[in-house]
């Protein structure tokens, strides 16, 4: 049964040409033309919504059965009228802003989901791309899906197939694609990569889902290849971190032996007025990650610069001390001198005013450390 591409963004093309297609031949002369994606089967598609399903791939297959040939779809591509995502796979870039590199990404992980056997899960980087989880490093452009049994798993340059059983609740639905879920996806991720990578991913999806549920999915992974490690980097996570730089932090202050900060806490004065929320919390010590994301996503860089040194004014104003780092300071040893430095320089000094942990009365000043975990 044919069945039209509702919802779908429709590439734009000649009435001629899609009266030609319903009549299975070309204008006479036609050269170059706009492959349409009027009429699909539904095989040809996966149902869903925004993201992956609102994408106007073209596969080959559905063209054939329209009638159009290898040479026809050769002269669409030298012509630009359609951009090749992967083998047999097409895109309109009339509809697609192919410079986006997500949109890129996951067009070229759906194309890959409609040339695979259909019993295959979308999972690890690849289900973290879907989820909108951040990676750090992102350098595997690979898709990754996951078969439900034990092993024969395989690797190619585009594609890796993974072999691993699958539970009920490890698997979800996005955008009409079965995906693994984000606590599985967190799993798969602490299996497979480096503890900081796995800390970056896991403490973005801590903010959408429970520990619980990434307890239960940890402990059905008993016997998995990598699973010591995994243990490891999920204990280590926090939703509390909210960017890459700050779980990169976080990560760096723990192999230097510093204290764990408190993350989301409120700093009041000494009326119990709200000053501001730092990134990190030590005793006496306020530090902050400086990603270029924070002045770009709260209006006008130099209003954001100017509004962060008067609360930092107000800070300072507290008796609190103020570490600041970027990026290339998470690379050498000098930032973590300067952090024992400044906590010795504010033992037995207690700011002014008073701290809370974000949306609770939990006081965060009264966090202390042992062992590089808090207590």
Not at 200 to 206: K, N, P, Q
Request: aromatic share 6%; with cysteine.
């Amino acid at each position: 049964m044919r069945v039209p591409l509702q919802g779908w963004a429709r590439p734009r093309i000649s009435q001629q040409f899609a009266q030609a297609l319903d009549r299975r031949e070309l204008p006479r002369g036609a050269r170059t033309f706009s492959i349409p994606s009027l009429w699909i089967t539904a095989d040809d598609s996966t149902a869903g919504s925004r993201t992956l399903r609102y994408m106007s791939l073209i596969p080959r297959a559905g063209l054939r059965r329209r009638g159009v040939s290898d040479g026809e779809v050769r002269a669409a591509v030298r012509s630009g009228s359609i951009v090749p995502v992967r083998r047999g796979v097409y895109v309109d870039p009339a509809t697609t802003d192919l410079s986006d590199d997500r949109t890129r990404r996951l067009l070229e992980l759906r194309a890959a989901v409609l040339s695979s056997d259909s019993d295959l899960v979308v999972s690890h980087s690849s289900a973290a791309l879907v989820h909108g989880i951040d990676l750090w490093p992102d350098i595997d452009r690979r898709a990754h899906l996951t078969a439900n049994r034990s092993g024969g798993g395989r690797a190619g340059t585009s594609r890796v197939v993974h072999a691993s059983p699958l539970h009920p609740d490890d698997v979800t639905t996005v955008d009409g694609v079965r995906v693994t879920s984000l606590a599985r996806t967190v799993v798969d991720l602490a299996c497979s990569r480096p503890f900081e990578s796995s800390v970056c991913s896991g403490d973005a999806a801590l903010r959408r889902t429970s520990a619980d549920d990434l307890a239960a999915t940890l402990a059905r992974a008993h016997g998995r290849r990598g699973i010591d490690r995994a243990r490891r980097a999920i204990a280590f996570m926090d939703g509390g971190a909210e960017s890459v730089g700050e779980s990169r932090s976080r990560v760096y202050l723990h192999r230097h032996g510093l204290p764990a900060p408190a993350l989301q806490c409120d700093v009041l004065d000494e009326s119990g007025r709200f000053v501001g929320r730092p990134d990190f919390l030590f005793d006496g010590v306020i530090g902050e990650f400086d990603g270029l994301a924070k002045y770009r996503e709260y209006g006008d860089a130099a209003d954001v610069v100017i509004a962060e040194k008067l609360r930092e004014d107000r800070l300072r104003s507290l008796e609190w001390r103020i570490e600041r780092w970027t990026w290339n300071d998470l690379a050498t040893s000098a930032l973590a001198d300067r952090l024992r430095a400044a906590l010795t320089a504010a033992e037995g000094r207690a700011p002014l005013g008073s701290t809370r942990r974000h949306g609770t009365v939990a006081n965060c000043g009264e966090v202390r450390v042992q062992d590089g975990n808090r207590a």
